[in-house]
């Protein structure tokens, strides 16, 4: 690697992370990074949001934060910044609304004469911020927060846009011929933003810009590592605009265990107890996110098959989540029942916990990976099924469960955890544990991630001495 000369005042970024708990936390967590490499920062933030922010500036108190009032909440209740409370089907929506922080951003970026912005990272639903970029003449790079098979096929969806030859056939396969193993999928587990894409209608058409103006960009940041999807990064994709993808994950708290995005029902030495009186492996920690919530039907016959199963069990859970009453109680002796937010990084490194019953969220398959722990899929939406597919077929590391909002059956549950839990599937648990190496590895001193973060930085100096 080239060593770029460093002046005293170093490069300024400015970063834009996209208000979802699952976006701006990997974000975040890459500031941190960013700052112990001597970098000047600033993170941009609506009022609302910004209580997310004290984790990283109490460990970070050189980063500092932009709050801008939000644009609009378009008929939504005050303080609505974020995705939390909204239903899945608004992100569109969101997204376009934020646009409106292009005028008051670009005005303050304009008054920065004494340290003015070297380069812009922003979140892959922030495409606005690529022509503010070219406006200002300073690149913008993509933050992705879902792995590079995931970001690649949501944007060939947007510069392609397929079509299925019955539009009434949410079962007819979409295959995608320029990404590496011509991965398929059938059409109902394509990201909903296509799929309820409608020509002419200006959210639709936002949201497709947005995709487009992201292969505009200089490059691409993701939250990911090479052993993990060493198929997608061998070579820049067509479909993600021939950029250069810099992978620096698994990104994580840099304590490990941190506590994020709100306050426990249950402390996570309380947990670390009770999991302590299981032998190692034994326990299943079932948990959908911060964004998917299972119907009561759905969450029922999940209840059944726990208690069926006479597995030992953890369950995070949304607030609104509706169980069966009593289950909780039954349950007491070998399971608890966390309704909020839940310390999930704590409980998937606890020794006790050995698979993992999830909706696939990137942010979860990989903490999930960098504990060891193998996955049980159960994906709904968004990225989910993509992310599915990737860690049961090319990484080893899960066994498909469900899938969806139908309502499960709960035969085939209670197999499938009673077997995870047993000793079927001990050729996955070791491929996890291999992963988890390889994951540990790739963000050491050396390793793939952290040399792609060495190099990243190197690209601001650069980018600041021209």
């Known amino acids: 690697m080239v060593e770029v000369e460093q002046t005293k005042q170093p490069p300024h970024i400015l970063l834009v992370p996209y208000p979802a708990q699952g976006h701006m936390l990997a974000l975040l967590d890459l500031a941190h990074l960013l700052s112990l490499r001597s970098l000047s920062l600033t993170i941009v933030v609506t009022p609302a949001n910004l209580h997310l922010l004290t984790p990283l500036l ?76 070219e406006k200002l003449g300073i690149p913008r790079i993509v933050f992705s927060p879902s792995g590079v098979l995931g970001s690649a096929v949501l944007h060939s969806l947007f510069r392609r846009m397929p079509q299925r030859p019955d539009p009434s056939d949410d079962e007819y396969v979409l295959s995608f011929p320029a990404i590496p193993n011509s991965p398929s999928y059938a059409w109902r587990k394509l990201s909903m933003l296509y799929r309820t894409y409608k020509e002419g209608n200006p959210v639709s058409e936002a949201v497709k810009q947005n995709f487009l103006f992201n292969l505009n960009s200089w490059g691409i940041v993701t939250n990911t590592f090479k052993a993990l999807e060493a198929a997608y990064l061998d070579h820049p994709l067509e479909d993600l605009g021939f950029k250069r993808v810099w992978a620096v994950g698994p990104l994580a708290p840099s304590d490990g265990v941190q506590d994020r995005g709100g306050s426990n029902t249950v402390s996570s030495a309380d947990l670390a107890t009770w999991l302590d009186k299981f032998s190692e492996g034994s326990v299943l920690y079932v948990s959908f996110g911060s964004q998917a919530i299972l119907g009561p039907a759905q969450a029922a016959v999940l209840a059944a098959a726990l208690e069926k199963s006479g597995v030992q069990f953890i369950w995070a859970m949304s607030e609104s ?112 544990k291999k992963m988890q190496r390889m994951a540990e590895e790739a963000v050491m001193e050396g390793g793939s991630s952290c040399k792609d973060l060495e190099e990243l930085v190197q690209e601001f100096w650069k980018m600041k001495a021209r």
């Not at 951003?105 to 495409?127: E, K, M, R, V, Y």
């Open 58 to 133: 109490s460990k970070s108190p050189s980063i500092q934060t932009l709050s801008l009032p939000f644009p609009s909440n378009h008929g939504n209740p005050p303080g609505s910044e974020n995705s939390k409370g909204r239903p899945p089907d608004s992100f569109g929506t969101l997204m376009q609304e934020i646009t409106g922080l292009h005028d008051p951003l670009l005005s303050w970026i304009q008054s920065q004469s004494q340290q003015p912005i070297t380069a812009i990272i922003s979140d892959f639903f922030h495409g606005w911020t690529q022509a503010l970029a």
């Open 321 to 432: 989540t509706v169980i069966p009453e009593g289950f909780a109680e039954r349950m007491a002796n070998r399971g608890i029942v966390i309704k909020g937010w839940a310390p999930q990084v704590a409980i998937l490194r606890n020794r006790a916990v050995g698979w993992f019953l999830t909706h696939c969220g990137w942010n979860s398959i990989l903490e999930a990976t960098a504990a060891g722990v193998s996955m049980l899929t159960w994906p709904i939406t968004a990225d989910q099924y993509v992310n599915a597919k990737l860690i049961v077929e090319d990484a080893g590391t899960a066994v498909s469960a469900w899938e969806g909002y139908a309502v499960p059956d709960e035969d085939v549950l209670v197999r499938v955890i009673t077997e995870a839990v047993g000793q079927r599937w001990n050729a996955i648990r070791e491929q996890s």
